[in-house]
């Protein structure tokens, strides 16, 4: 090789990295954006748990609904991929007596509700149905979220001082624990429009206080 062609092969080598170079940096941004559409399209989700895994606090009292297809279905939740709050809609009524009506289905085949955890007016919290099955409470979320069932002393539907404790200690611990946050705790009303929780649809600035109070909460046991 002479000395003219070595210096225009090392020119063409240049030019070649220099093509490269700019392609790469051309190239940069699409495959960037396309990896963050296809994270937040495909972003790892938590694993269902059992109640086992889950390792529920001492506050949450196991009492579950028998295996019938009007309250428990026994059907395993696809995925946890949010949380959706609900008032039983029947004032004064307590958790356990909403638990023994859901448990009831099984036999006047009445309806099928359920829902994951209760809560009651004194802020005793109850799971009726396991954290890796289906409850009916929340149509067409039913497979991907658990529910909570709030009960409330007025037809108003606004929620005693120990209740809203409770719920925001079950949902902060349930949001801690699969890794949800803020955007993932709606109401039921999110889902169909229904008016449920009522004093939540009815005010909008206390469920956004509601979801403040959520994300502020830190557990005693931590
Ligand atoms: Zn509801």
Redesign the pocket.
């Known amino acids: 090789m002479n000395r003219q062609t070595e210096y225009q092969s090392a020119r063409q080598k240049r030019v070649r990295r220099r093509r490269l170079r700019r392609r790469l940096i051309l190239c940069a941004p699409p495959v960037l954006l396309a990896l963050v559409i296809g994270f937040m399209i495909f972003r790892p989700r938590a694993p269902v748990l059992s109640a086992e895994e889950l390792g529920l606090p001492g506050w949450v009292t196991v009492d579950l609904l028998p295996v019938n297809e009007w309250s428990r279905p026994g059907t395993p939740l696809d995925a946890v991929n949010g949380i959706?709050v609900?008032?039983v809609?029947n004032p004064g009524t307590t958790a356990a007596q909403n638990r023994s009506y859901f448990e009831s289905l099984a036999s006047t085949h009445a309806a099928k509700a359920s829902s994951n955890f209760l809560i009651g007016l004194d802020g005793e919290v109850l799971l009726s149905v396991p954290p890796d099955e289906v409850a009916y409470?929340?149509n067409e979320r039913n497979s991907d979220t658990l529910s909570i069932?709030c009960c409330h002393p007025d037809a108003d539907g606004a929620f005693t001082d120990a209740t809203y404790d409770s719920l925001v200690r079950l949902v902060a611990f349930l949001c801690d624990s699969y890794g949800l946050s803020r955007q993932d705790v709606i109401r039921?009303y999110d889902v169909t429009g229904?008016q449920?929780?009522l004093y939540f649809v009815e005010h909008p600035d206390a469920w956004e206080a509601f979801l403040d109070d959520v994300e502020a909460y830190e557990s005693p046991d931590s």
Request: glycine letters at 10%; proline letters at 9%.
């Open positions: 959706v609900h008032y809609g409470c929340s069932e039921h229904k449920c929780p």
